[in-house]
């Protein structure tokens, strides 16, 4: 299983930009599928952005256009730029992880990569703050 450990949370004034990473060890980066998820105060856990082991990526409808979700296979790294944040993006991020579906790439990222169950590996959380 791999270990994820998120930083680049914070504080950002609406309108504004923040860029979250998520670094991971203990396995083979590049043979895992990942996603963004969050969760605000009282609300369940959402996902947010994904993306596949060939780089192909999809996004909630609520992100889609401010949000860009990326990898970098030689860092084991994965990120979130966040652009044009709003109030309601103020949430704590969990970046997530799941050793790529074999033979169902493209339902996987169409179908099950905002299902929080699918996925077998949990970062610890970043606060993201938005205010106006």
């Known amino acids: 299983q791999v270990q994820l450990v998120e930083s680049g949370g914070g504080s950002a004034q609406s309108g504004g930009s923040l860029r979250l990473s998520c670094v991971a060890s203990?396995?083979?980066?590049?043979?895992?599928?990942l996603g963004w998820f969050r969760q605000a105060p009282g609300k369940k856990r959402e996902g947010v952005a994904a993306i596949d082991s060939e780089g192909d990526t999809n996004y909630s409808h609520a992100v889609k256009g401010r949000f860009t979700i990326s990898r970098d296979n030689a860092e084991s790294t994965l990120y979130l730029q966040m652009d044009s944040l709003k109030l309601e993006d103020t949430a704590m991020y969990y970046c997530?992880?799941?050793?790529?579906?074999?033979?169902?790439?493209?339902?996987?990222?169409?179908?099950?990569?905002?299902?929080?169950?699918?996925?077998?590996?949990w970062g610890q959380g970043a606060q993201v703050t938005v205010s106006s």
């Open positions: 997530a992880a799941v050793p790529s579906p074999r033979g169902v790439r493209v339902e996987w990222l169409r179908l099950g990569a905002f299902w929080e169950g699918g996925y077998t590996s």
């Open positions: 203990g396995d083979t980066f590049s043979k895992y599928s």
